[in-house]
């Protein structure tokens, strides 16, 4: 029997939108779960600059923990800079301005519910220290240009708003860290249900994130109005309303952000920079592959994109793949070798 012949319209778009609604949280659960499968070992998901775009910064998964790790961005030898205890990993590595330091998560489960705490390492040194007090869940932590600041994205909730949705960290708002004094000061009262990768504009008076309001939008948080402006990232490769793990450029003129390309159906994620003057999105990679966690380079036009070939699979095949915005379809696998041990 043909649906068409007695589905009236108004029931095709409840369909249609719950369809929507439940695709986004499906694809939403697997981006949070993409850079801790159970017993996965591998690349992570997000990766980080540094300042004289020399150095990349990543996690390195064995057996289901994340330690961090640097290689030089024409690849090698990695280094380990920092191995947590067991059951813990250490994810979304960010360099300091000066690219002495690195904050990143460390990250752990307690009866099932995941923890975050914020931690720097000393790049000379390898010296750790918590930022953080435990028992919170601290997300996201970018710093501010004058290296002295932090702003970090905590979860106040741990639950499933939807019986179809297994259960995530909800309730965000935005915090200051004062990296002098240490004290921690809660920005905004959103309460907000997602907000991820966190940005300072180069100015330091703007702090933008990701979030989710019937579309995925781009927010910019103004430090001295407390006032939010958003918008939805529109162009005409972006195929539907569903983007993540923005990273703002060096100039502030520009995100690029991870979004569907694909068409007929087919949910495939590439590249796009989009604009802030314009507001319009242009597609810059075509790996017909998962592309996320895309990142700018501070001096080059080029950017460090993560690219998973098993998106669809159990656990990630990720790689690290270096994009030049000047030259057409150029693309360089960053070439990492492990230890034996992680390998």
Known sequence: MNWGDF?????????????????????????LLADTPQGYSGLGATT?????????????????????????????????????????????????????????IKQWDENEEPFGELMMINIENESIDELTSEGNHVTDAAFAPNGKELYLLQSSVYEN????????PHGFDIFHLDLKTNQIEQL????????????????GEQI???????????????????????????????????????ALADDGERVVFSGVAGEDGN????????DLNTKEAKK?????????????????????????????????ANGYWIIDLDKEDSRQWVEIKMSEKES
């Open 7 to 31: 589905m009236t319209l108004k029931f095709k778009n409840i369909i249609f939108i719950s369809g929507l609604t439940l695709l986004f949280l499906i694809l939403w659960g697997i981006s």
């Open 48 to 104: 980080d600059l540094s300042p004289d775009d020399q150095v990349i910064a990543f996690s390195y998964y064995h057996d289901g923990d994340a330690s961090l790790y640097t290689v030089p961005v024409t690849g090698g030898r990695a280094e380990l800079l920092a191995e947590p205890e067991e059951g813990t990993s250490y994810i979304n590595p960010v360099f300091s301005p000066d690219g002495k330091n690195i904050a990143f």
């Open 161 to 168: 708003y939807s019986p179809i949705a297994s259960e995530h």
């Open 188 to 203: 905004t009262n959103e309460d907000a249900y997602e907000m991820s990768d966190i940005a300072v504009t180069p100015d």
């Open 208 to 246: 933008m994130y990701h979030s989710y309001r019937d579309d995925d939008i781009l927010a910019f948080y103004s430090l001295e109005s407390e006032m939010e402006n958003a918008f939805v990232p529109k162009g005409a490769d972006l195929k539907e309303s569903i983007i993540s793990s923005p």
């Open 267 to 274: 949910y495939i994620y590439e590249g796009f920079i989009v």
């Open 284 to 316: 810059v990679t075509s790996f017909n592959e998962h592309v996320t966690s895309p990142v700018f380079f501070n001096h080059q036009n080029k950017l460090l994109v993560t690219v998973d070939e098993n998106f669809a699979g159990a656990e990630p």
